[in-house]
């Protein structure tokens, strides 16, 4: 199985700029999605493809990378924006990371 | 508009089975296949598998393969997700999405407990 390897929870202030890796452990070319999940919450499409934003979702998310190493950023974070955020591939079968839970100061 | 709605909640002793279900409206239901995902409380998302609507054929994850069974009301536009001999560690959220992962069910709280 591919796995994948998040970064650790972040606290950041609103306004601030914050950007969440995902490392797989094999080349998922640009197969690679991230996901907004609230508490109580189904997990919500953010970016699909590595980089193409969601149709609705803020222009404030955008998303890069490909191959190994990703990145979900979030500029300007906002009050709204706690969550944990989930990537996940669907290059080799379907995997997801364990999740970067995001908190605000 | 695209909806992807589950029935309700349930509670379960060990070695029972359940059948859980996502009605989808708002689209062709045939067009999309569908996936399924659990959630252990206060744990990360795990693949399922997936079935294909059009020809009803499943897919299940390694992980998945045995008590797991996906199924199909085509004329209901609706996927079913039955698990049998329930164990403990089946206690968990499931998720029904569809294949683009655009639209997710609201998700099914199963709890196991004797």
């Known amino acids: 199985d591919t796995v994948l390897t998040q970064s650790p929870a972040l606290a950041v202030s609103p306004g601030e700029r914050v950007t969440i890796s995902c490392r797989a452990s094999?080349?998922?070319?640009?197969?690679m999605h991230w996901y907004q999940q609230k508490p109580g919450q189904q997990p919500k499409l953010l970016i699909y493809?590595?980089?193409n934003l969601e149709s609705g979702v803020p222009a404030r998310f955008s998303g890069s990378g490909s191959g190994t190493d990703f990145t979900l950023t979030i500029d300007p974070v906002e009050a709204d924006d706690t969550a944990t955020y989930f990537c996940?591939?669907?290059?080799?079968?379907?995997?997801f990371g364990a999740g970067t839970k995001l908190e605000l100061k | 508009q695209i909806q992807l709605v589950q029935s309700g909640p349930e509670l379960k002793k060990p070695g029972e089975s359940v059948k859980i279900s996502c009605k989808a409206s708002?689209?062709?239901?045939?067009?999309?296949?569908m996936h399924w995902v659990k959630q252990a409380p206060g744990k990360g998302l795990k693949w399922m598998g997936w079935?294909?609507?059009?020809?009803?054929?499943?897919t299940y994850a390694d992980d998945f393969k045995g008590r797991f069974v996906f199924s199909l009301e085509a004329s209901a536009s609706t996927a079913n997700l039955q698990i049998s001999n329930l164990k403990n560690e089946d206690t968990a959220t499931y998720f029904c999405?569809?294949?683009?992962?655009?639209?997710w069910g609201q998700g099914v709280m199963v709890t196991v407990s004797s």
């Open positions: 999405a569809r294949s683009n992962w655009d639209y």
């Open positions: 094999e080349s998922v070319s640009t197969g």
């Open positions: 708002g689209y062709t239901f045939t067009d999309y296949a």
């Open positions: 996940q591939q669907s290059w080799n079968e379907n995997t």
């Open positions: 493809g590595a980089s």
């Open positions: 079935i294909n609507t059009y020809t009803g054929k499943p």
